[in-house]
Nanobody, 124 residues
Framework: QVQLVESGGGLVQAGGSLRLSCVVS????????MGWFQQAPGKERDSVAG????????WYPDSVKGRITISRDNAKNTLYLQMNSLQPEDTAVYSC?????????????????WGQGTQVTVSS
């Protein structure tokens, strides 16, 4: 069993930055690929970043490239999401997820474990 706990969300002005963290506890073999997802009210959950176990491969949608960086520190069992140049449209609940698989995917149902999410609100 794996538990994921996010932190770092909050209220920030447009143009500001936030760093989200996701602490992983439990069987580390269950967190090969990890990812961050955003879900705004009334919208589907979308992938904003993915990373492999060793951190040597990452993925981002075009909409966030250059503004968002995913990283992980396996020694600390922690996943990070650095978000810069935030805009009001980035407002959403951000959740981290982990999967047994070793190939990054943007499909939420393929992830085996989820955190509870952390709210990010960007004011204009």
């Amino acid at each position: 069993q794996v538990q994921l706990v996010e932190s770092g969300g909050g209220l920030v002005q447009a143009g500001g930055s936030l760093r989200l963290s996701c602490v992983v506890s439990g069987d580390s073999r269950s967190s090969n690929v990890m990812g961050w997802f955003q879900q705004a009210p009334g919208k589907e959950r979308d992938s904003v970043a993915g990373i492999t176990k060793r951190g040597d491969t990452t993925w981002y949608p075009d909409s966030v490239k250059g503004r968002i960086t995913i990283s992980r520190d396996n020694a600390k069992n922690t996943l990070y999401l650095q978000m810069n140049s935030l805009q009001p449209e980035d407002t959403a609940v951000y959740s981290c997820a982990a999967m047994w698989g070793k190939t990054i995917t943007t499909t939420p149902p393929l992830y085996n474990f989820w955190g509870q999410g952390t709210q990010v609100t960007v004011s204009s």
